[in-house]
């Protein structure tokens, strides 16, 4: 009884390590967003509007070319009452039975002249299909920027969680010497219970960095579209190991490369060419046109090969009073998109200054942080000495050791800051995506 136990316990005990094992995964950075830009909904729905926008600047398009109808009629008569009022004949011969009647055509127009209406919409819908394009890049750009976040938030977790976990080993020991050195009456039972308090907190600290680990890897997955459960194990060599170059020091790039700024210029350009589609309410339309009939009424008529060819010409002459109404309004709509295009500009301007400022800080920030673990290194190991030759008390040992734990977090969470000051440099430019190979998609 007690084997089958034990091995039970052993292939239970295997196959939670087999399932640990599969969910865990390790994503270098440019996987992660190239697998976010595959799978996100925001990629996804962005791409669905840009085949939109396709298909109307196609149907835009088949409006320049001839309209083609065929129709075709079969009637069946009733007992007609007919009274010919030429050509009557003498003899008052019976009239033919009129029971039925058929009737073909086919008709074509071809568009000449709309007041330029057709050639203006064609240009509206060709820039609303270029400034749908570049959202849907700028879309890219967004979630490529949210994998970043996520992804840096994630490395930042794990390494604090990681040198949490390695204090928590030295003060379980301090602790565990402490006990002995307090049965032994070399240290007040005070200083014992200070070094386990110290355990205390740093687990209450490791739950902490737990709980904030699974939230920002429950995100990171969920962007992701990764199975639930999915365990994400982030490398240093993944996120920390590459040259930072191309460094942005203007907002020149920003203005030159930002999708959005982009879009709405397209946008500003179709304003421009719904004025003119707004204008051409004015000019009359012109049109050739040409047909084809035949005709067949029992015992009547019949006819055939009845062609026409011609011109067609409508000119609504209400739009003289009323369409100036529509002229202004797209006009208004026009200045619209200049304002928002000046606008998103200044906005782009200051996104860049703040991107360029906060880089700069983080450098400035782990420049200081990597001193501060040296100090607080050197600080810890004179403060271990004094205590060791009874120089020094326990307060000053515990609060020493906290100081090394926090400047050794607050080095690597620099390091990674610096990384993530730099894709959102990056992003606020334009070139986040082109730093990421866009081509691979």
Same mark, same amino acid.
């Given at each position: 009884?007690?084997?089958?136990?034990?091995?039970?316990?052993?292939?239970?005990?295997?196959?939670?390590?087999?399932?640990?094992?599969?969910?865990?995964?390790?994503?270098?950075?440019?996987?992660?967003?190239?697998?976010?830009?595959?799978?996100?909904?925001?990629?996804?729905?962005?791409?669905?509007?840009?085949?939109?926008?396709?298909?109307?600047?196609?149907?835009?398009?088949?409006?320049?070319?001839?309209?083609?109808?065929?129709?075709?009629?079969?009637?069946?008569?009733?007992?007609?009452?007919?009274?010919?009022?030429?050509?009557?004949?003498?003899?008052?011969?019976?009239?033919?039975?009129?029971?039925?009647?058929?009737?073909?055509?086919?008709?074509?127009?071809?568009?000449?002249?709309?007041?330029?209406?057709?050639?203006?919409?064609?240009?509206?819908?060709?820039?609303?299909?270029?400034?749908?394009?570049?959202?849907?890049?700028?879309?890219?750009?967004?979630?490529?920027?949210?994998?970043?976040?996520?992804?840096?938030?994630?490395?930042?977790?794990?390494?604090?969680?990681?040198?949490?976990?390695?204090?928590?080993?030295?003060?379980?020991?301090?602790?565990?010497?402490?006990?002995?050195?307090?049965?032994?009456?070399?240290?007040?039972?005070?200083?014992?219970?200070?070094?386990?308090?110290?355990?205390?907190?740093?687990?209450?600290?490791?739950?902490?960095?737990?709980?904030?680990?699974?939230?920002?890897?429950?995100?990171?997955?969920?962007?992701?579209?990764?199975?639930?459960?999915?365990?994400?194990?982030?490398?240093?060599?993944?996120?920390?190991?590459?040259?930072?170059?191309?460094?942005?020091?203007?907002?020149?790039?920003?203005?030159?490369?930002? *999708?959005?700024? /982009?879009?709405?210029?397209?946008?500003?350009?179709? $304003?421009?060419? @719904?004025?003119? &589609?707004? +204008?051409?309410? =004015?000019?009359?339309?012109?049109?050739?046109?040409?047909?084809?009939?035949?005709?067949?009424?029992?015992?009547?008529?019949?006819?055939?090969?009845?062609?026409?060819?011609?011109?067609?010409?409508?000119?609504?002459?209400?739009?003289?009073?009323?369409?100036?109404?529509?002229?202004?309004?797209?006009?208004?709509?026009?200045?619209?998109?200049?304002?928002?295009?000046?606008?998103?500009?200044?906005?782009?301007?200051?996104?860049?200054?703040?991107?360029?400022?906060?880089?700069?800080?983080?450098? *400035?920030?782990? /420049?200081?942080?990597?001193?501060?673990?040296?100090? $607080?290194?050197? @600080?810890?190991? &004179?403060? +271990?000495?004094? =205590?060791?030759?009874?120089?020094?008390?326990?307060?000053?040992?515990?609060?020493?050791?906290?100081?090394?734990?926090?400047?050794?977090?607050?080095?690597?969470?620099?390091?990674?800051?610096?990384?993530?000051?730099?894709?959102?440099?990056?992003?606020?430019?334009?070139?986040?995506?082109?730093?990421?190979?866009?081509?691979?998609?």
């Amino acid at each position: 009884m007690k084997v089958s136990q034990l091995m039970l316990f052993g292939i239970f005990f295997i196959g939670i390590s087999a399932v640990e094992a599969q969910e865990k995964t390790s994503l270098t950075l440019d996987e992660a967003i190239h697998l976010a830009w595959k799978n996100s909904n925001e990629v996804s729905l962005a791409n669905a509007k840009v085949n939109t926008k396709k298909y109307e600047l196609q149907s835009t398009k088949n409006s320049q070319y001839p309209d083609l109808k065929i129709s075709g009629q079969y009637q069946r008569l009733a007992k007609a009452s007919i009274d010919l009022k030429i050509n009557k004949s003498a003899t008052s011969e019976p009239l033919p039975v009129v029971d039925q009647l058929m009737i073909g055509q086919v008709n074509a127009s071809v568009p000449v002249f709309a007041g330029f209406k057709i050639q203006n919409s064609i240009k509206a819908y060709e820039n609303l299909y270029q400034a749908e394009t570049a959202t849907a890049s700028q879309k890219k750009e967004e979630v490529a920027m949210k994998v970043v976040n996520h992804y840096a938030d994630l490395y930042k977790a794990q390494k604090t969680l990681e040198l949490l976990k390695e204090n928590q080993k030295r003060a379980q020991q301090r602790a565990t010497d402490f006990s002995d050195l307090e049965k032994n009456g070399i240290i007040p039972r005070n200083d014992l219970l200070k070094s386990q308090l110290q355990v205390s907190k740093i687990q209450l600290s490791l739950d902490e960095a737990a709980k904030n680990l699974n939230i920002v890897n429950f995100y990171l997955v969920t962007l992701l579209k990764l199975p639930t459960g999915t365990k994400l194990v982030i490398n240093e060599s993944d996120f920390a190991n590459f040259q930072m170059d191309n460094i942005p020091a203007n907002d020149e790039p920003a203005l030159q490369n930002r *999708k959005d700024l /982009e879009a709405i210029r397209f946008q500003g350009k179709a $304003s421009q060419a @719904n004025i003119k &589609i707004a +204008k051409s309410g =004015y000019y009359p339309s012109i049109a050739i046109i040409g047909g084809y009939t035949a005709l067949d009424l029992k015992n009547v008529i019949t006819v055939q090969n009845a062609m026409n060819i011609g011109v067609g010409v409508s000119y609504d002459l209400s739009a003289i009073l009323k369409n100036g109404t529509t002229v202004k309004i797209a006009e208004s709509k026009a200045i619209e998109v200049q304002n928002s295009e000046a606008m998103l500009t200044d906005y782009i301007r200051l996104e860049v200054q703040n991107a360029i400022e906060d880089y700069d800080l983080a450098l *400035k920030q782990n /420049e200081v942080y990597a001193q501060a673990v040296e100090q $607080s290194s050197e @600080n810890y190991r &004179i403060i +271990k000495d004094k =205590y060791d030759n009874g120089l020094s008390d326990t307060n000053d040992l515990l609060e020493a050791d906290v100081e090394q734990l926090g400047s050794k977090i607050n080095k690597a969470l620099a390091k990674a800051n610096i990384i993530q000051k730099y894709y959102e440099l990056l992003s606020v430019t334009g070139q986040l995506s082109q730093s990421f190979n866009l081509a691979k998609i």
